[in-house]
Structures are given as structure tokens and as C-alpha cells.
């Protein structure tokens, strides 16, 4: 791993207010990061879901994923070849974008390549995202207790209550492949146990040994 360069005094005063001990913290913990390990990952995280990046940090245990304030990050990793900490870490802050980790391993990059290509959970989406199916109810029974009647035709399900039993008055589209949900329509969704979002980390690039290198 090559040397570090000079030590840089990094200024707090570009990022706008957010707490100066927690900016400065980061910084010394990519820092930290950057000399304990070989290789740095610009990882997204879209469609992210705390129980699920809790899952990777457990796969990971002896790597460290770090997220925080994107402009802090940069800063701490340097935005240009003269503030830049180590050779070529600036070209990693073009990636810092959406909701994007750094991701610090000395595992074979093979492996963590490998890992990311295959690995992906499904959970359930939010509203101001796309179905990614039609999902319709029958009409029937359908399975809620009684005391949800009402909860349901507020999320706008034709509902009513029959001998104690919860039914669909009649067949009713839920949401449509392609189409915007509403946050009503994910929460009917959810409540059904129907899955229409994947977590699927995406690897933007990596810097290794002042090497830096974008993937496709």
C-alpha cells in the first residue's frame, strides 16, 4: 500500500452545519480505515433497508462499511490530486453519489466482486417507486381480524365484515407493473406479504495500492 501523503489540515467550514464533532469523526474513521485496509469500494446502497445492511456488516464482520454526509467523505478522501490523501483516492469521490458507502476490505477483490455479482434480497417496496408486478385481490375472505375493517378501506380496499370474517367485496387491483405506488398501496402490500422491492448493492469502483478502477 503506498505511503500516505503529507499530513492536510482538512477545513470543516466547506460543509454546511450538521455537528462538527461527528464531520470530524468520519474523517479520522475513513482515515483509520484507508491505512487498515488495502482496498476502498464506492458501494450504492439504493433500496436500502436497515435490517438488511445490518446483515451485510454481520457477512462482513472484519470490514467496515462507512456512510455519512457525502461532502465529508469526499473531503476526507480528497477531491482533487492535491487534497487527495493517498495516490488516485480523489477518482473515487465521482461516485459519492445517491445512496452510496464506502466499503473497506483487504479480502481478495475477487471475492468481493464475486459476492456483490450474486447477492440480492427482496423486501418490501415504498410508496414513490415502481411495481414490479400486477397484484390483484379476489374476492373472498380475506386473512385479518375483524378490527381491520376499517384500517383497509382507508388504504382503499373494498372491505367489509361477514359473519366476523374480513372480505373483498369484489376483485380489486392492488398496483400495476410499472406504475408509481402510492404509499397506500405499499403499505396494502406489505400488510399482504407481497415483495416488490430488491436490495441488490451495486459496486461503483475500487482503489487499491494508488490503483483506481471503475466497474462496469
Known amino acids: ?29 475513513i482515515h483509520e480505515c484507508l491505512d487498515k485496509y488495502s482496498h476502498v469500494y464506492a458501494l450504492s446502497l439504493e433500496n436500502m433497508r436497515t435490517s438488511l445492511l445490518k446483515d451485510l456488516r454481520q457477512k462482513f464482520a472484519e470490514d467496515r462499511f462507512v456512510m455519512g454526509k457525502q ?27 445517491g445512496t ?10 475477487t471475492e468481493i466482486t464475486s459476492f456483490f455479482d450474486k447477492y440480492q434480497e427482496s423486501d ?3 410508496g414513490g417507486v415502481e411495481a414490479t408486478e400486477d397484484y390483484e385481490i379476489q374476492a373472498g375472505p380475506l386473512p385479518f381480524q375483524h378490527t381491520m375493517v376499517e384500517p383497509l378501506r382507508k388504504l382503499g380496499l373494498p372491505v367489509m365484515l361477514k359473519n366476523g370474517t374480513v372480505m373483498c367485496e369484489k376483485d380489486h387491483t392492488v398496483c400495476k407493473k410499472g406504475v408509481v405506488l402510492t404509499p397506500e398501496q405499499a403499505q396494502v402490500l406489505k400488510l399482504l406479504g407481497e415483495k416488490q422491492a430488491i436490495f441488490k448493492p451495486e459496486l461503483k469502483c475500487v482503489w487499491h495500492d494508488g490503483t483506481y478502477a471503475a466497474f462496469e
Open 124 to 126: 418490501f417496496a415504498k
Open 71 to 97: 461532502n465529508v467523505m469526499a473531503l476526507a478522501l480528497g477531491r482533487s490530486p492535491e487534497e487527495e490523501t493517498k495516490e488516485n483516492l480523489h477518482q473515487v469521490t465521482q461516485h459519492l453519489n
Open 100 to 109: 452510496t458507502a464506502l466499503f473497506f476490505s483487504s479480502r481478495p477483490q
Open 1 to 29: 500500500m503506498p505511503s500516505s501523503k503529507r499530513q492536510k489540515l482538512i477545513s470543516l467550514t466547506k460543509v454546511k452545519k450538521a455537528g462538527r464533532k461527528h464531520k470530524e469523526s468520519l474523517v479520522e474513521t
